[in-house]
């Protein structure tokens, strides 16, 4: 089997661009894979020869995938879906190209004749653009999931993605399949006076949930005065961050770096005692931030939302949104901060979830037998569940039996039975 890989890939500033390079070399172990490159310049598109099956990563943006979605309708596969909400790579592949009829026609599919007219508003500019506005209440996935059934099946990274999946209607075959964890390499933590040292890595906007952060850790300095806060990571546009320092008095407690290097963005991970990883609203998608603090051994504090939700209890602590947000996490802070035994309990609890769970050959694994049931269709899925179900009866298993369950439960992981 050759499958068709479509994806960002280094040196594109994508974080699905970093997850295909640690991921590709343990595929390529397993299967066949022919690399499809975005046409630009002097090439043009053209369909890979001799694949059987064509693999897209989907995402949010509309530089990074546009040109995979069209790819996907030239020949539908099985759609890796980074997040649910698809909303700013729709506008992109539709108004970006000053084809507002497109827009209107997606909205209306999604969510009818008022999807439509509010569509309408965004396009004579009577209504903020919705994928900054609403985006999570017009997610504009219906096409992909149409496509993703046509071409044989979804990839997704969680229940919580699956579950929208399903409730947006998509009936094809599901497997669940966990983002990978990078291995952390050996490096030298960053050299950060004072502590407990609180991290915070990634994209800085409302939807981190940095003012909450911020007036949390506000709050952990009446405790431990010596703490400092690690933002790494750009601002948003119209995000107010420098105004919201000054008026709780961090200036001098913050640690902040903007865009930094490979080596450098896990060297101050490693410096970090505690890694903060907050979303809301969530748009489904899995944290890269929080998948190399677990391949740190880092505790970890979560939104209780999406993913993030899913992740063990001995593993994140997680810190409801509601109005109590930011003083909730404060006492999580402030509990890790004053008890290194926990600290290194979680530690050790998230290196085990990212060496067993996340680990990059056993995503390989799934991967390849998902790719290799689709594209093989129903013959091999009945195939390989009459082989298992022949093994189990010659050495005792009925269906009735406790170890039943779990062999289902097994073959469920890999994509196979109900």
Not at 30 to 37: F, K, M, P, S, T
Not at 264 to 288: F, K, N, Q
Not at 374 to 379: K, T, V
Not at 406 to 415: H, S, T, Y
Request: proline fraction near 8%.
């Amino acid at each position: 089997m050759k499958v068709a890989y479509h994806s960002p890939l280094p040196p594109e500033p994508s974080g699905i661009a970093d997850y295909s390079a640690l991921l590709l070399p343990a595929l390529r172990e397993r299967i066949g894979v022919e690399i499809v490159r975005r046409p630009g310049g002097f090439r043009p598109w053209s369909r890979p020869a001799r694949t059987d099956i064509g693999l897209y990563h989907v995402g949010n943006s509309p530089e990074a995938h546009g040109w995979i979605v069209e790819a996907l309708r030239r020949r539908p596969g099985i759609v890796v879906l980074h997040e649910h909400v698809l909303h700013h790579l729709v506008a992109g592949m539709t108004i970006g190209r000053r084809n507002g009829p497109a827009y209107l026609d997606a909205m209306e599919r999604d969510s009818g004749l008022a999807g439509r007219l509010l569509a309408h508003g965004v396009l004579e500019g009577k209504v903020p653009p919705l994928w900054e506005s609403r985006p999570e209440d017009f997610p504009l996935v219906g096409e992909v999931l149409d496509l993703a059934a046509a071409g044989g099946g979804l990839i997704v990274h969680s229940r919580y993605l699956e579950e929208k999946a399903r409730a947006a209607g998509y009936e094809g075959p599901v497997w669940r399949i966990p983002h990978p964890a990078w291995p952390a390499p050996v490096v030298v933590p960053a050299g950060v006076e004072g502590g407990p040292l609180i991290g915070c890595f990634g994209h800085l906007n409302a939807s981190k949930r940095v003012p909450q952060l911020l007036e949390a850790f506000a709050l952990l300095r009446g405790r431990f005065p010596g703490a400092r806060l690690l933002l790494v990571g750009p601002t948003a546009p119209r995000f107010e961050l420098q105004g919201r320092i000054d008026r709780l008095g961090l200036g001098d407690a913050l640690v902040r770096e903007e865009y930094v290097p490979e080596e450098r963005l896990w060297s101050l991970m490693a410096a970090a005692d505690i890694h903060v990883c907050l979303r809301a609203p969530t748009m489904g998608e899995t944290s890269g931030s929080a998948l190399r603090a677990l391949s740190l051994g880092k505790p970890l504090v979560v939104s209780d939302v999406g993913w993030f939700a899913e992740l063990p209890d001995e593993v994140a602590w997680k810190v409801p949104v509601d109005e109590s947000e930011a003083q909730t996490l404060a006492v999580a802070l402030a509990t890790l901060a004053g008890d290194a035994e926990a600290r290194a309990t979680r530690g050790t609890a998230a290196l085990a979830l990212a060496r067993g769970e996340h680990a990059v050959d056993r995503v390989a694994d799934l991967y390849a037998a998902a790719l290799e049931q689709a594209a093989g269709g129903r013959a091999v899925g009945d195939g390989l569940l009459a082989d298992v179900a022949q093994a189990a009866a010659a050495v005792g298993i009925a269906a009735t039996a406790p170890e039943a369950g779990e062999l289902a439960a097994r073959l469920r992981e890999v994509g196979l039975g109900g």
